[in-house]
């Protein structure tokens, strides 16, 4: 009972503002839907190919692992938000920006487009289709960097 007891006192005195429990939470649904997406869209014979695809190389298999880290940490972070680290705003940041950079690239033709591009026409219709893909982790930093609560919250832990 005691354990219970001081589990209550220790949550409940850390007062996690809505808007960062809103951000955290918005992480983890949007990388669970991700990952759901994707295995509709491919199937699980898609998938199989995928990963098959996605071995063939040394450079290949980096990217492919590199992605898989890299979703990890992001799930990690919202995690990390809720206890008040600091870090994992800017952790989360610098996965947005290495995520968006590279997805820039790779449909560029940089990296390897095969594995990870937008498909576009243009590359203002690439970047438009960026920026709308991208728009649900911007609304999640917006959460976590603007409003005074979130920023008081941080700087408090």
Not at 32 to 61: K, P, Y
Not at 75 to 83: D, M, P, Q, T
């Amino acid at each position: 009972m005691g354990f219970f007891k001081k589990s209550r006192q220790t949550h409940a005195r850390l007062n996690v503002p809505a808007l960062v429990q809103v951000a955290a939470l918005a992480i983890i649904m949007i990388r669970c839907l991700d990952v759901l997406m994707i295995l509709n869209t491919l199937g699980a014979r898609g998938i199989g190919e995928f990963i098959h695809r996605s071995v063939q190389t040394w450079n290949l298999t980096l990217v492919f692992m590199s992605s898989l880290v890299l979703v990890f940490v992001e799930i990690y972070c919202a995690f990390s938000l809720v206890k008040g680290r600091n870090w994992a705003r800017w952790v989360y940041l610098l996965t947005q920006v290495v995520a968006t950079g590279y997805l820039w690239a790779a449909s560029l033709g940089y990296g390897y487009p095969e594995l990870f591009s937008i498909a576009g026409e243009s590359k203002r219709e690439i970047l438009r289709s960026l920026v709308m893909q991208k728009l649900p982790d911007a609304l999640v930093l917006f959460l976590l960097y603007v409003p005074a609560s979130s920023r008081r919250f941080f700087r408090l832990q």
